[in-house]
């Protein structure tokens, strides 16, 4: 399930895959996904969650694993990996 704020710019050029497994993504408002951005769905049942006026910029990929949960005003830089496939943080 995909949950997007009507102000949330995102790129044509974005991937963003949908769950097999029923996890979520949620964007908040004002938030700025960028061209060539993946966002992928494996290794675990977490979800996605970015807040409100945060910046995602070219060449990022996201995957779910254990969950991705990014504050408020987050700027992530071109070329990131985020991966919580193996790793969980209670």
């Known amino acids: 399930m995909q949950i997007i704020a009507p102000s949330a710019r995102i790129s044509r050029l974005a991937d963003i895959e949908e769950s097999v497994r029923g ?3 949620l964007i908040g408002e004002n938030v700025m996904i960028d061209a060539f951005v993946k966002i992928k769905f494996t290794g675990g049942l977490g979800d996605i969650v970015i807040g409100c006026n945060c910046a995602i910029n070219s060449g990022t990929v996201i995957y779910s694993g254990n969950g991705v949960n990014l504050g408020n005003n987050v700027a992530i830089a071109a070329n990131c990996t985020l ?3 193996n790793h969980e943080f209670s």
Do not use: V
Request: cysteine-free; charged content about 15%; proline content about 17%.
């Open 23 to 25: 996890s979520k993504l």
């Open 83 to 85: 991966a919580p496939t």
